[in-house]
């Protein structure tokens, strides 16, 4: 095996806030000037801000071979992006050094440079260029670009006129036909509908598969799982698993599901609190994940009661990505002994768009809430699109409807 | 593993070895690195691109614009400071005096600023995507080069209309708008890391630009400046583009020998020291930004 990504002991220090924004040099300058003048009249210097610093990577080593597909998980700010700067340059770590061997592409985010009053085709130039292809390179993979892209007779329209799920699918296009050596994926996958998601995990997989070596942030552990062989978790900044993408994993998800109950383990036994959903599609297991617009759906959610109830009332509330508020529903007067209890909703049809969403629970009693609940498993909706295929028209449902056409009985004079 | 031991590795698979790229912390004062830099030239040609695409985009306007502005402001200069306060204009009809000198002003300005800022206009890409930054200040002073070949047309036009022959000098004209390219650079490689980390200094570059102004023979020919002080006033740059290029194209004056070669050293200063300054701090530009 081929080393292709060696680091050692990289580190980064950031001030504190991350990113001093808006320095004015009016500031630097006053307070230059007014030293001198301060130390002439014996006033001590003012308390030096400390400056607080923090470090965004803290003595990170590894190893890469060239094919690998690793996976990089953690939480919010817990340096994975940092990693991915240093690893493409964008920033200089504050210690240590890696070894890059070979070209680096990187994809931290989609679209980078897209300019709005550009053409699509425009575009592909302009951002092929500052992903590194030259101008050969684009034009022999222009045409497999935008077939890739699905965008092919809008391509000589302005971007400003493109869907969002558009210029995203585009603008991942002109990277995955990028021909680096190693690849960084800093999240882009979480855009788009789930075909094209699908699609895109399919071309990285094909990318992995000829030799390159591909580094893939993500939250979302079964992208994860589909593409990764092994994880590294970062946390605060330092190295905390490296191994295994199962092992590592679950590992995380445990500990991610710990941190969400703050120490109360939310199982049987305990308070009176949510401890799980899951949702039964038509003949098909126990899962979270909705696959078909049409069969019957039967969702339940698992409550410990540690205390009889009474009146008690439940609102439950599903959520997109975006965390708006796509479905909200209450429950009153509901009656409940000790034990655990599962409270259902069963559901003709639900139209919703394919991406991931997350239930918000809560319980009351008497005014007075007993539990609040985000849920840690999200529900992802895997079903077909048949909303109008420009995302700025398609709406917040996915109704499923069919069209026809035939003469009007009575040359529609008469309406209703 | 240690380093050498993996490159050795890498090379007995027996394909071509990939380039071996070491990520450290900021390296030495004179890192320019300019064989990187060669790599990523294309890149020039794609930034220019875009901005004269999207600047032309509206063909008609865009064009106009060039035009009308020096136009306008040459009508001003001749009736306010040839007509009413008769300014010297060294042997030349006013119109075309000042139009000669607005054009590479004019250029100058439009470089300096975009070239200051454009760490800042494309924040987006610089904290996105590695190349090396040198590339972006470079590709902000050329853009402006196509606006200055059109508003040249009405240049001769000018000319024409006031009986000044075009001197067969004028093929050095390039040379003298290369020294108003290299000053813009120059200026703008300071001034884009400093401006990058410290916002106010957008607002005080139109200051400094206006006042340049007045120190570059735009509204007078740098033969009015007293020959004791003559050498320092060269050291303004764009006092020997200005003067270079109305001399090269009109043949009027006296050639400005000196004061071009005390330029072009001034220039050539500006533009190493700038460089190395801005290779200094651009690894921070990312973090600041």
Redesign the interface.
């Known amino acids: 095996m081929?080393?292709s990504i060696?680091a050692?002991g990289l580190s980064k220090r950031?001030r504190i806030g991350g990113?001093?924004r808006?320095?004015?040099?009016?500031d630097?300058i006053t307070r230059k000037l007014s030293a001198p003048a301060r130390r002439f009249r014996g006033e001590p210097a003012p308390a030096k801000k400390e400056k607080q610093t923090f470090w965004a990577l803290d003595d990170i080593s590894f190893?890469i071979d060239e094919g690998d597909i690793v996976g990089i998980i953690g939480r919010n700010g817990a340096g994975k992006t940092t990693l991915l700067?240093?690893?493409?340059?964008?920033?200089?770590?504050?210690?240590?050094?890696?070894?890059?061997?070979?070209?680096?592409g990187?994809l931290?985010?989609v679209g980078?440079?897209f300019?709005p009053?550009?053409s699509g085709r425009?575009n592909v130039?302009?951002n092929g260029?500052?992903?590194?292809m030259?101008?050969r390179e684009i034009d022999s993979k222009f045409d497999e670009i935008v077939e890739f892209a699905e965008t092919g007779r809008f391509i000589d329209t302005v971007v400003k006129r493109y869907s969002s799920g558009m210029q995203v699918r585009l603008a991942f296009s002109v990277a995955a036909h990028l021909e680096p050596?190693i690849l960084l994926v800093d999240e882009v996958l979480t855009v788009g509908d789930l075909k094209f998601q699908r699609k895109c995990i399919e071309k990285m997989a094909q990318v992995a598969e000829s030799g390159r070596t591909i580094l893939f942030v993500s939250h979302q552990m079964n992208q994860i799982r589909r593409l990764c062989e092994r994880v590294i978790w970062i946390d605060q900044g330092r190295l905390h698993r490296d191994g295994g993408t199962a092992r590592v994993v679950s590992e995380y998800e445990s500990a991610a599901n710990a941190l969400e109950t703050e120490g109360g383990s939310r199982e049987a036994g305990g308070p009176t609190q949510f401890i799980g959903w899951w949702l039964v599609e038509g003949e098909r297991d126990r899962s979270h994940e909705l696959q078909s617009l049409w069969a019957p759906i039967k969702v339940t959610f698992l409550l410990n009661v540690d205390k009889p109830l009474d009146s008690a009332h439940i609102g439950i509330g599903l959520y997109d990505s975006a965390g708006t508020l796509v479905w909200g529903i209450g429950e009153d007067g509901i009656k409940l002994a000790t034990g655990v209890h599962e409270l259902s909703f069963s559901i003709a049809s639900m139209p919703l768009k394919p991406g991931h969403y997350r239930w918000k629970l809560s319980i009351w009693e008497y005014s007075k809430m007993l539990d609040l609940w985000d849920a840690t498993t999200e529900l992802l909706v895997a079903t077909d699109p048949v909303t109008h295929w420009i995302d700025q028209w398609a709406g917040v449902m996915n109704i499923p409807a069919k069209f026809e056409t035939q003469p009007a009985s009575d040359d529609g004079r008469q309406e209703v | 593993?240690s380093?050498t031991a993996?490159r050795t590795?890498?090379a007995a698979?027996g394909k071509s070895?990939?380039?071996?790229?070491?990520?450290?912390?900021?390296g030495g004062w004179f890192d320019l690195n300019l064989r990187e830099f060669w790599a990523y030239r294309?890149?020039i040609?794609?930034f220019v691109?875009?901005d004269l695409?999207?600047r032309y985009?509206q063909t008609f306007v865009g064009a106009v614009w060039v035009i009308l502005q020096p136009t306008a402001t040459m009508i001003l200069f001749t009736v306010f400071f040839g007509g009413v306060l008769g300014l010297p204009t060294g042997g030349l009809p006013d119109p075309v005096f000042y139009y000669a000198s607005l054009l590479p002003w004019t250029y100058f300005q439009g470089a300096v600023t975009t070239a200051t800022n454009t760490l800042i206009d494309?924040q987006?890409?610089?904290?996105?995507?590695?190349?090396p930054r040198l590339i972006m200040p470079v590709s902000a002073i050329i853009p402006g080069l196509v606006d200055l070949m059109i508003a040249s047309s009405i240049l001769v036009v000018i000319m024409l209309i006031y009986g000044v022959t075009p001197a067969v000098t004028a093929f050095l004209a390039p040379a003298f708008i290369l020294l108003a390219a290299g000053t813009a650079l120059g200026v703008g490689l300071w001034l884009s890391v400093?401006n990058a980390?410290?916002?106010?200094?957008r607002i005080?570059i139109p200051f400094v630009v206006q006042a340049w102004f007045f120190i570059s023979p735009v509204l007078y020919p740098a033969e009015s400046i007293p020959r004791v002080f003559r050498w320092v006033y060269s050291l303004n740059p764009m006092a020997g583009a200005i003067e270079g290029f109305r001399w090269s194209l009109t043949g009027v004056g006296n050639p400005p020998g000196q004061t071009a070669l005390i330029s072009a050293v001034a220039v050539m200063v500006l533009l190493v020291t700038g460089a190395l300054y801005f290779r200094r701090r651009e690894?921070?530009i990312?973090?600041?930004?």
């Open positions: 081929t080393t060696e050692h950031y990113v001093e808006y320095v004015a040099l009016r630097v190893n700067k240093v690893l493409t340059r964008i920033t200089r770590p504050t210690k240590g050094y890696a070894d890059i061997h070979g070209r680096v990187s931290l985010e980078t440079g300019h009053e550009l425009e130039y302009f260029g500052i992903l590194g030259t101008k050596e | 593993m380093a993996s590795g890498s698979t070895t990939p380039p071996i790229t070491r990520i450290r912390p900021i294309e890149l040609y794609f691109w875009r695409k999207v985009k494309n987006g890409v610089v904290t996105k995507i590695y190349f400093v980390a410290y916002r106010d200094v005080i690894v921070m990312a973090d600041v930004i």
